[in-house]
């Protein structure tokens, strides 16, 4: 049985969260602050947690940097509708998902089944068997195993992240839209395409030599984006950082 901990200082909001998910088969936590989600975390680490951006004393921001920074779980955000700029700054500081208030329960129960199935192995579990990596340059990635490297380096990619690098690495050269990322990754016919936007970003600060001059993920104005493979790589090269 999976864990989730449910943050959020609103009883009403935990009560009715913690049921939805205690139906859907999950065991449940529940704290009312970030003091004791960050100890509860750091203690015994769930699977996952669905935290409130507006905590008080320590906010939904900082409870998700230093839960990041101790364990690898994912994180589902619950922000005020129209609060855009708070949802941004909750996926830059390494939430993987948010849901926004007013929210439907059932919703909130899939968000959470769906970011658990991306997750693959449950925190503190025996990951799965490595299975054929995909290799582009100074990048590789076991899709199977939810690994990837950078210059044999380990990379700390969040579940979407991940997903999003395994897209552009499965489909060199592509131009894709936001929208068809949304859909293709996220799996969402719509939403907030600054979210991918984000991804993006923080994406490129973690495998590009120079985030401010990509090479790796071009941005192809008014379309998308488009992985390109290191000139190395295709030439059969040394598998360098692909600066052409």
């Not at 994180?75 to 909750?90: K, P, S, Y």
């Not at 210059?151 to 969040?158: K, N, V």
Request: glycine letters at 10%.
């Amino acid at each position: 049985m999976k864990r989730v901990l449910v943050v959020d200082d609103d009883p009403t909001v935990s009560e009715v969260v913690t049921g939805y998910l205690d139906r859907a088969g999950f065991a449940v936590d529940a704290v009312a602050d970030g003091p004791a989600a960050v100890a509860l975390v750091a203690s015994r680490p769930p699977d996952l947690v669905v935290l409130d951006l507006m905590l008080p004393g320590m906010d939904g921001l900082e409870v998700c940097r230093r839960i990041r920074q101790d364990a690898p779980v994912p994180v589902i955000m619950l922000t005020a509708r129209g609060d855009e700029e708070d949802r941004v700054l909750g996926l830059e500081v390494g939430a993987d998902d948010y849901v926004t208030k007013p929210f439907s329960p059932r919703e909130l129960v899939l968000r959470v089944e769906s970011v658990l199935r991306r997750a693959g192995t449950p925190a503190g579990g025996r990951p799965p068997a490595a299975g054929p990596w995909l290799r582009s340059g100074p990048l590789a990635l076991d899709p199977t195993g939810r690994r990837a490297t950078r210059h044999g380096r380990e990379l700390a990619l969040t579940i979407r992240e991940f997903d999003l690098l395994t897209f552009f690495m499965r489909h060199p050269g592509r131009a894709t839209s936001r929208e068809d990322l949304m859909r293709q990754v996220w799996g969402w016919e719509f939403g907030d395409l600054s979210t991918v936007t984000v991804h993006v970003r923080r994406l490129r600060e973690k495998i590009e030599t120079d985030p401010a001059r990509p090479a790796l993920i071009s941005t192809v104005w008014g379309v998308g984006y488009r992985f390109d493979p290191p000139f190395s790589a295709a030439a059969g090269g040394n598998g360098g950082d692909g600066v052409r």
